[in-house]
């Protein structure tokens, strides 16, 4: 989606700072419009560093380009956040003394208008006319949030978090011109994926078959679908480019540390890797000789992490997917597992597939069943591992 951001003078400038961060790890191309005021917080350097696109409040810039008109025309979505007395005052009345105002005249898709001032600016009836003008119009206003202003004063007016903005306005798309819509936007979500190994020695280790696959589309459509995404790849390939940020790790303990530091700050975890449940003791320092004669490994038990994050959550309000992958003769059989599994592990939604020959590991489908915390069926899915991924994410929404 193309974003248009505009930014008027107010201190809290500096929040939108971050709202066009959230909008471009979402995968929209954003350009933004200051007004002169804004550029006194903050400098056209950072809004163009994190843009990639110039960031001018003059109409007078490249002129042949024909800004004024161009970039509302071409946009999918105009924010102003914050959006001043003087900015509200200006659009009501239709003034198109600036580029941003010259945009909101020229913008035919949905604007979104992010008012933040002190509470008596706020509470003036000259504000409240130009703000009931403009909803008449079709803007959508965001309405300010209270608490703390400029000063030691508090009150209504003040700007509201930059990720509850992005999923505001961001609604404001037709689903039509947006597949799947940004619904994760905002959203940080980890997603552990691959199969640890275990080192027995410098040169073996015990393992397993998950290729990753089902975990690389998971952080694949929670990127579309607006999500900053951290995908923790345990021995996988192809992991580069699957997530805003990939994390290479090789054993539990690792993967552990990873999803811990990474989760600390998520909305979502999913752990959809494959862990060893024990570990060699002692792996040897040096290749085990033939010579040796047969091996006995001691193993020791590795840490339940997906236990570990129900039991003591990172963050409050976080939703914590496992999955639990079962080899069984019957579906009834693995439901059962699944069920007596999702009820001892206690995760929000525990993802239950069918793991065996040709089935689940390394294939291109997959076939799941979510159940909630207590074991009851929430969704089944079936289909290409993007499209259960896809389903894995509605159901997450839904929570
Ligand atoms: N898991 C984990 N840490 C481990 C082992 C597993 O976080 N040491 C997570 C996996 O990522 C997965 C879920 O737990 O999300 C289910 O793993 P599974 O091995 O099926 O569960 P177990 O409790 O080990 O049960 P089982 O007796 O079937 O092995």
Not at 153 to 172: M, T, V
Request: proline share 5%.
């Amino acid at each position: 989606m193309r974003i248009i951001l505009g930014v008027s003078g107010g201190i809290a400038a500096y929040k939108s700072v971050l709202l066009l961060r959230l909008l471009r790890e979402a995968g929209h191309s954003v350009r933004v419009i200051p007004t002169a005021a804004a550029l006194r917080f903050v400098g056209a350097a950072t809004w163009e560093a994190l843009s990639g696109e110039p960031a001018s409040a003059d109409v007078f810039d490249d002129v042949p380009g024909v800004p004024h008109v161009a970039l509302g025309q071409g946009a999918d979505l105009v924010v102003v956040a914050p959006a001043t007395a003087d900015l509200l005052s200006r659009a009501a009345s239709g003034r198109a003394d600036d580029l941003l105002t010259a945009t909101l005249l020229t913008a035919r898709c949905p604007v979104a208008l992010a008012p933040a001032m002190h509470t008596e600016m706020w509470e003036h009836p000259a504000t409240r006319t130009n703000v009931a003008l403009l909803r008449e119009r079709g803007v959508h206003i965001i309405e300010p949030a209270s608490g703390r202003l400029t000063g030691a004063d508090s009150g209504s007016g003040r700007l509201p978090e930059p990720a509850d903005i992005a999923r505001e306005a961001l609604a404001l798309i037709p689903s039509s011109s947006c597949a799947k819509s940004q619904d994760l936007a905002g959203k940080s979500v980890v997603v552990s994926a691959g199969g640890t190994r275990e080192p027995i020695d410098p040169v073996r280790w015990i393992g397993n078959r998950s290729s990753g696959k089902q975990g690389i589309a998971l952080a694949k459509t929670a990127r579309t679908r607006g999500a900053h995404v951290t995908l923790v790849a345990a021995n996988i390939e192809d992991a580069e480019g699957a997530a805003d940020v990939v994390i290479p790790v090789e054993t539990c303990l690792e993967l552990r540390q990873a999803v811990r530091d990474a989760g600390a700050a998520a909305d979502v975890i999913v752990m959809a890797a494959a862990v060893a449940d024990f570990r060699p003791a002692m792996p040897a320092a040096v290749k085990i000789k033939k010579a040796q004669g047969p091996a006995s490994i001691d193993l020791v038990e590795n840490p339940d992490i997906l236990a570990e994050l129900i039991r003591e959550p990172l963050r409050a309000g976080q939703v914590v997917v496992g999955f639990a992958a079962e080899t069984g003769d019957e579906t009834s059989e693995v439901l059962e597992y699944g069920r007596a599994k999702a009820r001892r592990k206690g995760a929000d939604l525990l993802a239950v597939n069918v793991v065996g020959e040709g089935l689940g590991f390394g294939t291109a489908t997959n076939e799941i069943w979510l159940l909630n915390a207590v074991g009851e069926q929430v969704a089944h899915a079936a289909g290409s591992k993007r499209e259960v991924a896809d389903a894995i994410w509605d159901a997450v929404i839904a929570l």
